[in-house]
């Protein structure tokens, strides 16, 4: 989600004319908060986004960023060990190597972010004469000898919740606020205006067969969240028809053991209702809204970590 930030940084930077510093991990040596291909951008006024330690080393990067700058060229800084910063540590006791590249009047920051707001994986690839975006994923690769490097991004993950309830809205709130693309499909007229007040897109449910209503991608996960559970099931079967890296639904183990049989009675196989989350959340049993939200956005982001993306391209 970071990423996205520092782009947007980058970006507001460019359209104000504001001279600024792309910083990418290329190699990480031990161990590291941060892994290779994560960035950060600094603007010439000191002001920055993202980072890489838990504060041990962005004033020196900031500081190198902004030499960098006056330099006019870019460059690559080890810090951590083997670092001729020698009174700058990482705790962990690790290493990075960082490339800093001033951006110029280059519009790459713009182009990133047109291609995550299609949702469309990308890379960024780094080399002695600049960086620039590569359509596609490439996994993270880097050649120290020729100071060259390619760091392939994912887009976001984008839950689509259907259903209806307190659980709902604070489910879209807290994804939304943890950097995620939401949006919601309810039968409720009040959560509908509820988020559409705070600009969360969603569509309103009329009927249970209105399978249409769902768009999803490989980076989509779909959650359920109906008390009333008739509401789902066509919505689910179709759900599970689709590209997605979640599936999960609310309820107990009776309440998923009717779905189930639901489910199977539409044709769909044990292998694909294998793969529902029921009981969603990492803990069972979360009775308030909130609490539910938290559990539920734990349990889809660890899926995320854990999705091998890679192979899912073919």
Not at 18 to 34: D, K, Y
Not at 250 to 273: N, W
Request: charged share 20%.
């Amino acid at each position: 989600m970071e990423l996205h930030e520092v782009l947007r940084f980058l970006r507001d930077c460019h359209l104000v004319s504001m001279p600024c510093v792309l910083v990418t991990v290329c190699a990480v040596e031990g161990s590291s908060m941060r892994g290779p291909g994560t960035i950060m951008g600094v603007s010439r006024d000191g002001s920055y986004s993202g980072s890489f330690s838990g504060g041990c080393i962005e004033n020196a990067v900031v500081a190198e960023a902004l030499d960098t700058l006056k330099a006019g060229s870019p460059r690559i800084v080890r810090f951590g060990a083997g670092s001729p910063y020698l009174d700058i540590k990482l705790p962990c006791g690790g290493g990075l190597d960082l490339h800093f590249q001033p951006l110029g009047d280059s519009a790459l920051a713009l182009d990133c972010l047109d291609h995550a707001d299609r949702r469309e994986p990308f890379s960024i690839a780094v080399d002695p004469t600049g960086v620039k975006r590569i359509a596609g994923w490439c996994r993270a690769t880097y050649d120290p000898a020729t100071r060259t490097g390619v760091f392939g991004h994912w887009p976001l993950p984008r839950l689509q919740l259907i259903g209806h309830g307190a659980g709902l809205e604070a489910l879209a709130l807290l994804a939304r606020t943890h950097g995620c693309a939401v949006h919601f499909l309810t039968p409720d007229k009040r959560i509908m205006k509820q988020l559409a007040d705070r600009n969360i897109e969603g569509r309103y449910l009329h009927r249970t067969d209105e399978t249409d209503l769902l768009a999803s991608d490989g980076w989509t996960a779909s959650v359920f969240l109906f008390h009333d559970h008739d509401w789902e099931i066509d919505l689910m079967a179709r759900a599970l028809e689709q590209p997605h890296f979640y599936i999960g639904a609310m309820g107990g183990r009776r309440a998923h053991a009717f779905r189930k049989d639901a489910l199977r009675a539409k044709g769909v196989s044990d292998e694909k209702l294998a793969t529902i989350h029921a009981p969603i959340g990492v803990f069972h049993s979360s009775r308030d809204p909130h609490t539910l939200a938290l559990s539920t956005l734990a349990e889809v982001i660890r899926a995320y970590q854990d999705a091998d993306f890679e192979s899912a391209l073919g």
